[in-house]
């Protein structure tokens, strides 16, 4: 794929791996947008076949519109070969462009070594000369500075664990940290609000869903949201995090 590109360029390519934030436009960083408004082409994840990429919505005003755009669809429900078969193609495919002297430009949400596919295709680039790994702010710390919530102080301690983990690493999680992040909430909402209730955090915790982006919504209850639900049939983003700090009552 793409061999033809620009032959004449020396091979000086370059792949910019960038989070891109939570979701709010002015929370990239300065260096991301240095970075993105001097791209040749620009590689954007879809969650969902033909959807638009949030990531790619959040940084399309920093692009120069001489940036090619690639929009790859990271299957999330498929099985593990069909997963892989979609990384080797896309690191091939960004491989073959940064060895044809091409600036690529790979953009996650939140920042990219955190839950994020990019860790799938940096096992599969491990040889490839002129990599940067531009942070970017976390959907936590994100969902932490609107709710003012503080993570961890002194010698407290913070996990953050995907509600996909088995209930025991959940529960070991919540009785040996003073704070910890649910990601990845969506589906196992009920469960999870179960679980926090028999160990009696429910009043230490609140859920995010959009931080950062204009449908953000907070519940500082979670029973409320699920009479809410209830009555409204409506699902929760896929893009809902739970804080829990056992230090004090969330203030906000
Ligand atoms: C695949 S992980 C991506 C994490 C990302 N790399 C980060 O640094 O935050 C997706 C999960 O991140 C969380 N998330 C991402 N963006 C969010 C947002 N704007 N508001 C709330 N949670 C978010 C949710 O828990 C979601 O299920």
Known sequence: ?????????????????MGVGPGAGDLITVRAARILSGLDVIYTPTGKKGA???????IAEYLSPATEVCTYHFLMKADRAAK???????????KERVTSGQKVGFITLGDPMLFSTWVFLLKRLNNLRGL?????????????????TPLAMENQTL????????????????????????MKV???????RDLLRRHNLLGHALMMADATLPT????RDLDAY??????SGQDLSYFSTILINKNGQLSR
């Open 159 to 182: 996990a953050v664990v995907s509600c996909m983990a088995p209930e025991t690493v959940l529960e070991q999680a919540l009785l040996s940290h003073d704070c910890i992040v649910l």
């Open 1 to 17: 794929m793409d061999r033809k590109l620009n032959p004449e360029k020396p091979s000086t390519g370059k792949l910019y791996v």
């Open 216 to 219: 953000e919504q907070c519940w």
């Open 84 to 94: 892989e078969a979609v990384w080797d193609e896309v690191a091939q495919s960004l």
């Open 186 to 192: 969506y589906s196992n909402f009920a469960r999870i």
């Open 52 to 58: 638009q990429s949030l990531a790619h919505s959040i």
């Open 132 to 148: 940067e790994i531009v942070p970017g702010i976390t959907s936590f710390s994100a969902i932490a500075a609107a709710s003012a």
């Open 226 to 231: 699920s009479s809410e639900t209830k009555d």
